[in-house]
T-cell receptor, first 117, second 113 residues
């Protein structure tokens, strides 16, 4: 159990276009999903926390109008990178926490490699 | 953003050797976690620690939650080639699973057969 998927696994787009990344919890309901960004040889940096049915909470320095997050159901959250630029090229990883219980940890998706030309 | 201090940054060891890495923080955490990340993949949870002083094993892996709640270590015994990867510690201030995680900088492990 506790499988998280992401789609697409990699995407290449032109500068100025928007890209949508999906994060799904396949075998459990996730009340909370998290979006991270990871640059080469660096650690994971939290971008935002997403709760089902409510607005996402963004970390300091992350533009909410550029990185649109929608958590429409207990199994799906989406991250849309709007008007992408080369500096947005990165590895985007989501994680999901099971609803209920204090010891249910974050399970991570396999990541999405975004390359903006 | 805030990060934990994780060391060493990288290790290159011989197969069969034991490995130790640790994380320290200036703040108290309620939870310490250890993840492993393979290239091009998301992190996979190895061990979760919830109580100060707690010592937990998962196969050849052993991790401890420091008594001061400001540090944790991970040991890998009898390393094998598939242990290669990046190991991250992560801490959480809040109890429960909805609090955000703070990640260490990672320890890159290479194992020579």
């Amino acid at each position: 159990g506790a499988v998280v998927s992401q789609h697409p696994s990699r995407v290449i787009c032109k500068s100025g276009t928007s890209v949508k990344i999906e994060c799904r919890s396949l075998d459990f309901q996730a009340t909370t999903m998290f979006w991270y960004r990871q640059f080469p040889k660096q650690s994971l940096m939290l971008m935002a926390t997403s709760n089902e049915g409510s607005k996402a909470t963004y970390e300091q320095g992350v533009e909410k109008d550029k990185f649109l997050i929608n958590h429409a159901s207990l199994t799906l959250s989406t991250l849309t990178v709007t008007s992408a630029h080369p500096e947005d090229s990165s590895f985007y990883i989501c994680s999901a926490s099971r609803a209920g219980g204090p010891y249910n940890e974050q399970f991570f998706g396999p990541g999405t490699r975004l390359t903006v030309l | 953003g805030q990060q934990l201090n994780q060391s060493p940054q990288s290790m290159f060891i011989q197969e069969g050797e034991d490995v130790s890495m640790n994380c320290t923080s200036s703040s108290i955490f309620n939870t310490w976690l250890w993840y492993k990340q393979d290239p091009g993949e998301g992190p996979v949870l190895l061990i979760a620690l919830y109580k100060a002083g707690e010592l937990t094993s998962n196969g050849r892996l052993t991790a401890q939650f420091g008594i001061t709640r400001k540090d944790s270590f991970l040991n890998i015994s009898a390393s094998i080639p598939s242990d290669v990867g990046i190991y991250f510690c992560a801490g959480r201030y809040r109890s429960g699973n909805t609090g955000k995680l703070i990640f260490g900088q990672g320890t890159t492990l290479q194992v020579k057969p």
